[in-house]
């Protein structure tokens, strides 16, 4: 028989454990997947249509967060993706911004301001919440969480000049780096 004082405690915990177990984890960042998960090996592959590396997974700084990075070779030459993920979370408690929005709009302000403005803030609509070219990766704002895409891709051909080359080169790793960040947003769903 269980003794009067012991039932208001046990009904107490049994409430507690019941709110517990019943509410989702209150951040995305408890649930986000890392960045190899976001975009796998096979992701990869078919984007270059390439094998690829393994993904390599690391924390990354300012902003704080994950980054994978495939890569594959030719020849001498290393090429492939990286993708950085930094959560509202990581980003605050890194202490230099105060979210993933304010990062982003602090790169589009500063992009925006600066005296190459047209080579290095290309806005891209219809992704995300926010997407800016910067001329060798994307960033896409999705509520809570910056990504940051860098592609370095194989091109093929012969160009007229270096400027054709490294503007053919940008356009293709563009290119690439939408493709990517539409199978993240598309996972993120």
Known sequence: MVKRKTLPCICIALVILTAALGFPPSSRAEVTPS??????????EALFEEDVSEGVLRDAMSPAGQSCRYSFQRGVDVFGITLRVATDEAIAEEGIYDSAKDVFERQVKARKNSENASKTCREIENLGDGALWEGTSLWVLKEDLLMILKVNSVLEGSFDSREALDEAQEEQNLELSLKAAETVLTKLE
Do not use: E, Q, V
């Open 35 to 44: 960045a190899c998960d976001l975009f796998t090996s096979a992701d990869a």
